[in-house]
């Protein structure tokens, strides 16, 4: 008995330790969802965290997308057809969009309005860049950038080249790749975050969400993967929050969770190191939204290349301020009444 007694304090501190490790590895290791009531967590395979290494690639195609709204003045004398779209909204009216095919055969979308800290973007380093100018104003002679300042997004892209470099310009350091598994295909589905570097752990990591979201809500959320034009899914725009176990201090934070490594994930700027001009210039009207959030618009098409350069110097490159001044008039129509 006195020897029971002598070991009992060490068998009570044994078990102690024992039960504290088991609370410990289920709570860090197997399900932290057993211990917190409010909020249930979704296991996280092949996490890694690494600095970003800037990317960059040559341009195939050009083609810039000018977005007009229901009342806005078009060019006279071209030939429209209608279609459905889901990839633009009902109030993107005054909105251009650099679309681009790149030399591995990906694609980017960049609206031209202002840049941003993530993409798709340009840089900042874009705005007044009178080095940049210098290099692509003699390809354009005839074009005045003094009476379209503050639209260089817009005549920079429209200068461009096919052979022409887009170059990522970061403004973060570091991107987080993750999978998680959809239950309904039982398929890895891989996302990329971008932030500062997150502080290395030992433990696995999760994804965290309240506890009381439904089984469709969460797989509305897996379904959404790769079906979104955009290539990101906005945690902005879901009112059902969710986050990674080891969510970390951002520098900016950022609601998107982008589908691939694209290039267009981070502000990017031009090298000019093409040399053919061949550019697709569309005109998108909006007519009216239907139900199935989507826009019926009209459009119209214009090849430009050499043989028709001054052409597009003028009825493009120098209608950009008209472009922006008449979709201004169009909006202003529109909230007056």
């Known amino acids: 008995m006195r020897k029971f007694k002598r070991i ?25 969802g057993l211990f917190d009531k409010n909020d249930q967590y979704i296991k996280v395979y092949n996490y890694k965290s690494e600095k ?47 679309h681009a095919l790149l030399e591995d055969g990906s694609k980017i979308r960049i609206p031209l309005q202002k840049a941003f800290h993530l993409g798709p973007t340009f840089s900042r380093d874009l705005e007044y860049n009178d080095k940049l100018e210098e290099k692509m104003l003699p ?11 503050n639209l260089s997004f817009a005549y920079f892209s ?6 022409d470099t887009l170059y990522q310009v970061p403004e973060t350091e570091a991107v987080t790749r993750f999978d998680l598994k959809n ?23 999760f994804l965290k969400t309240k506890k009381d979201v439904s089984q469709a809500d969460m797989q509305s959320f897996y379904d959404d993967y790769h079906n ?35 290039l267009s994930n981070l502000p990017i700027n031009i090298n000019p190191t093409g040399s053919e001009f061949k550019l697709t210039v569309t005109r998108t009207q909006l007519i009216k939204p239907d139900q199935n959030d989507r826009v019926k618009v009209r459009t119209t098409k214009m090849i430009y290349t050499e043989k028709n350069k001054e052409e597009y110097e003028k009825e493009v490159l120098n209608e950009l301020r008209n472009f922006y001044d008449a979709s201004e008039r169009a909006r202003e129509k529109m909230f007056r009444k």
């Open 228 to 262: 979104s034009w955009k290539g990101y899914w906005d945690r902005g725009a879901d009112p059902i929050s969710k986050k990674l176990s080891n969510t970390y201090q951002y520098k900016f934070y950022y609601y998107t969770w982008y589908y691939s490594d694209s």
């Open 158 to 163: 429209g200068m461009m080249y096919v052979g």
């Open 183 to 205: 239950p309904k295909t039982a398929k890895l589905q891989t996302y990329y975050e971008y932030g500062n570097l997150p502080e290395k752990t030992n433990t696995p990591v």
């Open 52 to 98: 970003i290494e800037p990317e960059k690639a040559r341009v195939k195609e050009i083609h810039l997308e000018f977005i007009y709204d229901d009342k806005a003045t078009v060019p006279d004398g071209l030939t429209w057809s209608e279609d459905l779209r889901n990839d633009i909204g009902a109030y993107d009216g005054g909105d251009v969009i650099l």
């Open 139 to 149: 390809r354009f002679p005839k074009f005045s950038t003094e009476y379209n300042r």
């Open 8 to 32: 009992l304090p060490l068998v009570l501190v044994a078990l102690g330790l024992f039960f504290f490790g088991l609370y410990y590895y289920l709570k860090t290791s197997v399900d932290p």
